[in-house]
């Protein structure tokens, strides 16, 4: 069973699927702005063990 797609619909489709990469992207730099806008309540120690997990994520996100 063979699909044939014209042109437009593939431009289309990758379009789509580049959107929806950006979009989460965008997602989880906003999630780590909110974090670190309200760190006055939170101690230090717990900072860093957060600002670690950011990095590991950031590193893993960037090697898909």
């Known amino acids: 069973m063979e699909e044939q797609y014209s042109i437009n619909e593939i431009l289309n489709a990758v379009d789509d699927l580049q959107n929806l990469t950006k979009e989460k992207k965008s997602k989880k730099i906003i999630i780590n ?18 600002e670690e997990a ?8 960037q090697s898909e």
């Open 54 to 61: 950011e990095k590991t994520i950031i590193s893993k996100t």
């Open 33 to 50: 702005k909110t974090i670190s806008n309200n760190s006055s309540d939170i101690p230090s120690s717990t900072l860093k063990l957060i």
